[in-house]
């Protein structure tokens, strides 16, 4: 950043071309160790994420009962695991956010809402897809289902109320409690699903005991979503943060 | 309780009434009989304000009734479908009206002002919060009252008042736990009426289950079936302990 702004203002010296390549790397990779590390973790993610897509559609076996469709499975189980560490997470800011006060804790409680939210609807879509195959049918009101659909209704929410509030105080303490409350709603709404569908048997698809190839896909597959999501989540808390300082900046400029 | 015992309770409540919180409760009777005082005196505000219009009571019982009547329409009820449908519609239609009270008890106290003067009183948030849940029960209770009767005529199902109205205060509990403490943090917000609605539905999932599966219980009994009067009860204590805690930090400023 700041051999940036030198550069721009000095004459041109006989190195310009090689600093302006310099420049290039920096706005590349960045300039600070923080973005850096960022850098790297997008580099990471996105090799680990190749690896997965070949690992999933190619070296994993094809199931004898599912056939292809079961590919999806790969998908759907980490996107979903990512989902209920993503609402863990807005609970977790919460209760920081209410007991310390520090607006840090609010920003990664509104990251992880709007990152887990994402996660929420491709758990939904991708779940539907493969009951749709495997089911014959896009929803049935399985307790896991409408679990899941309650709980993006409840994110969504979040997100709703974070908009309406601005970047209030109030907003924020608001949202806290949504973000507690809400999260301590899902295995009570789990539950009373349960119990209201308990004439109905339980319907489990997946054996236990997948073979080695399998589980190691799976496996490595939870390992990059979780890489994916902890990327969208350090860039949507940066966001959180250049936002709220470009407002005050604004406050301060109107003021 | 003799007569001066009851000066001394009553001298001991005033002086709780003027301290700040925290700071009065000589005892733990002297607490519980101040908190249920200070309790009382904003119930009865609440209550005085709306008898004086009778705008919210009116409203909400005519909403029930209205939704009854169209969801008579929707699910085009005959003799065979009535005992699956009518808990669904019954409950579908008290919580409906709810929110719609539920948006005005908090809206009205902004539009005037008495929410932060509420606030300014020397009592504690918690008072508050039961005050308002209180009322808020109050409230859903007289539209309930009206609703029950005309909803065994209309959707002609036979009412056992007994089994009925441990259910109806249970459910009407829960949502209004929930619903208390929703419509003060819509309150906070620019877009109440639209984002109360939003927010309470998912939460009540679990208390409307519960309520709609007991009520038909009580219609045709279902042989192992959960408990779900207990069920509600539990959620009840649930969602009532939750609630009054955050209360604090969402009216806190």
Not at chain 2, 10 to 37: K, M, Q, W, Y
Not at chain 2, 230 to 239: H, N, R
């Amino acid at each position: 950043m700041q051999v940036a702004r030198e550069t721009t203002g000095g004459v041109a010296p006989p190195a310009a071309a090689s600093q302006t390549g310099a420049r290039r790397v920096r706005t590349l990779i960045g300039a600070t160790p923080g973005e850096r590390a960022v850098t790297a973790l997008g580099l990471v993610t996105g090799v680990c994420m190749l690896v997965t897509i070949w690992a999933i559609l190619v070296a994993a076996p094809v199931d004898v009962v599912q056939g292809m469709p079961f590919r999806i499975f790969y998908f759907h189980v980490p996107v979903a695991w990512v989902t209920f560490l993503a609402f863990f997470i807005v609970f977790v800011a919460s209760v920081a956010y209410l007991w310390r006060r520090d607006e840090r804790w609010d920003w990664m409680a509104r990251a992880a809402a709007e990152v887990g939210t994402i996660f929420t609807t491709v758990t939904l879509i991708t779940g539907s897809l493969w009951g749709r195959t495997i089911w014959g049918t896009w929803w049935t009101w399985d307790p896991r289902l409408t679990t899941t659909l309650i709980l993006w209704f409840i994110y969504v929410g979040y997100l709703m109320l974070r908009s309406y509030t601005g970047r209030t105080a109030s907003g924020a303490r608001t949202a806290a409690v949504l973000g507690i409350v809400g999260f301590v709603d899902v295995p009570i709404d789990y539950l009373s699903v349960t119990w209201w569908r308990s004439l109905h048997p339980p319907t489990t698809y997946v054996q236990s005991g997948l073979p080695a190839s399998a589980a190691g896909t799976l496996m490595f597959s939870l390992f990059t979503f979780t890489l994916l999501f902890s990327l969208l989540l350090v860039l949507a808390y940066q966001l959180q943060r250049v936002q709220t300082g470009a407002e005050k900046l604004r406050g301060q400029a109107e003021g | 309780m003799s007569d001066t015992n009851m000066t001394r309770m009553t001298t001991r409540v005033n002086t709780t009434e003027i301290s700040p919180p925290g700071v009065g409760g000589d005892g733990a009777l002297g607490t519980a009989s101040a908190f249920a005082r200070q309790v009382m005196a904003i119930v009865a505000k609440d209550l005085r304000s709306e008898l004086r219009t009778k705008q919210t009571w009116s409203a909400m019982a005519l909403f029930a009734l209205l939704v009854l009547v169209v969801f008579n329409f929707a699910f085009d009820l005959r003799v065979e479908n009535t005992a699956a449908v009518a808990p669904g519609v019954l409950w579908v239609a008290f919580v409906f009206a709810s929110i719609l009270g539920l948006g005005r008890t908090v809206a009205a106290e902004h539009d005037q002002g008495p929410l932060d003067r509420l606030l300014l009183c020397p009592v504690n948030r918690t008072v508050v919060y039961f005050a308002k849940l209180i009322g808020n029960v109050l409230f859903i209770g007289v539209v309930e009252v009206v609703a029950v009767p005309i909803f065994a005529i209309i959707y002609n199902v036979p009412v056992a008042l007994g089994g009925l109205v441990p259910v109806v205060v249970l459910g009407t509990i829960g949502v209004a736990a929930v619903g208390t403490l929703f419509a003060a943090m819509a309150a906070n917000t620019r877009a109440r009426e639209l984002l109360l609605p939003v927010l309470i539905f998912p939460l009540l999932v679990p208390v409307v289950i519960a309520a709609v599966r007991a009520t038909s219980a009580l219609i045709v009994p279902v042989a192992r079936d959960a408990p779900w009067v207990g069920l509600l009860a539990a959620f009840d204590v649930i969602f009532l302990s939750i609630s009054a805690v955050a209360f604090e930090y969402v009216v806190e400023d």
